[in-house]
């Protein structure tokens, strides 16, 4: 008996080092969760708004790129004129649930040949291959356009590292004259 009480006050100080070294090591993300319902929603949301915008005879041929997080619409491409940007957020707007949109939807510098478009989507892939190689980067949740070498990055990830992480690898790519970060990070 002597013996199980000697040995006890020795487990509860192991019990109590194993606890703090794993609680130590578990990497939190601080960034509130979005619960399931959040995700179903800006699914909605996001098609909704894809919906809206491919309706619309002049706008459906930008491509223009939707993400949504917790009622927030992020549009990212590029336009050729201020009114069919301004006409892209009048629509994603008018989708029931959108709380609020940001507008990173750029002017093209200007009207491109058939061999700039190429050199352009030529870009575009090598900056989504370099993301994809780097795992420092959320390249999954990251949104890639190319217009006359600016490249622009849209979507949401991990954090403010991830984001800077993802600018410097675009930016290291051949041909990326500059990088137009419209990331966002998840809140």
Do not use: W
């Not at 940007?85 to 040949?113: F, K, W, Y």
């Not at 992480?165 to 990326?176: L, P």
């Amino acid at each position: 008996m002597n013996q199980f009480i000697a040995t006890r006050p020795a487990a509860i100080i192991v019990g109590a080092i194993l606890t703090f070294t794993i609680i130590a090591c578990t990497n939190y993300d601080t960034a509130p969760k979005a619960t399931i319902g959040n995700k179903i929603d800006d699914t909605v949301i996001t098609a909704q708004v894809k919906a809206a915008l491919m309706a619309d005879q002049d706008i459906k041929g930008l491509g223009i790129s939707v993400e949504t997080r917790k009622g927030k619409v992020q549009l990212r491409g590029f336009a050729d004129n201020q009114p069919l940007i301004d006409q892209s957020v009048r629509l994603a707007q008018a989708v029931t649930g959108v709380q609020d949109v940001d507008n990173g939807i750029a002017l093209r510098s200007s009207r491109q040949s058939l061999g700039g478009k190429v050199d352009d989507s030529i870009l575009t892939v090598r900056v989504q291959s370099a993301l994809m190689a780097d795992n420092a980067s959320d390249s999954a949740d990251i949104k890639v356009a190319s217009n006359a070498g600016i490249v622009q990055l849209s979507g949401f990830v991990a954090s403010q590292a991830k984001i800077d992480q993802a600018v410097r690898v675009a930016g290291a790519v051949e041909g990326a004259r500059s990088v137009r970060n419209e990331m966002g990070v998840k809140h």
